[in-house]
């Protein structure tokens, strides 16, 4: 029963989002003056872009890491995993709510708590609507959710709004974590070619200064815990021979 349990785990990486079969990160390869480098990060704006001009894409999605220490009365809380994260994230990765909804993050210096860090911060899961100090920051609650499950690749503990942050958005900037949401019955391959063609176009000046050649890589989520790492990549990993053995 333990090893069942074990395999059944970690086969079933991030099957709890919705249409989970249509969804990939977007990493790049890129080979820069005959050096090769994989990276699950992607330029800054290569999420609203692909959402703006590739036609197999229904949505897109970005998110970053941003390092912030609340603060709750005299007492600073560390520890917490911080994902600033954009309106669509919500809208591609359901959660369960205990309070708010999957419009939380559509306006700057807003927060999406889960419900132990709602606990750990107001000794409280219904929270929506008050005030919490993050460093310079005053952010509004605008939901909480159930706590992350254990078989999905994120490893957030708070939502923050995207544009809370300040930021390079260009795309010379390489560190955002980008998603995409397919349409129904798109080709992969078909939504590969155009993601590459979006890509280099606005790379091109870029891969001419700095002799870069780049392409990007596709993860469909519930592969990506049992994928080979990438630079930059934060999800936890499992050898698929070695669950392959055990099952």
Known sequence: FLL??????????DHQYNDYERIYRVGVRADMQ?????????????????AD??????????????????????DKIFGITNYAADTNFLRIFNQEYIEGSLTALDEPNRVVLTESIAKRLFGDTYVVGKMVKAGD???????????RPLNTHFT???????????RNDAWDNINAYTYVKLYPNVDIKAADTTIASIQNDYLKLISEEWELKAEPILERIDKIHTSGYLDEDFAPKRSKNYVYIIL
């Open 34 to 50: 005959g050096k090769l480098s994989s990276y699950a990060v992607s330029p800054l704006p290569m999420a609203p872009t692909l």
């Open 137 to 147: 920051f005053e952010l509004e609650v605008g939901a909480v959710i159930k706590d």
């Open 53 to 74: 001009e590739a036609p197999e894409i229904e949505r897109a999605s970005r998110f970053m890491f941003a390092h912030l220490v609340y603060e709750v009365g005299d």
């Open 4 to 13: 069942t349990g074990f395999v059944i785990n970690e086969l079933t990486y």
């Open 156 to 166: 957030f503990d708070v939502l923050v709004s995207w544009n809370t942050f300040k």
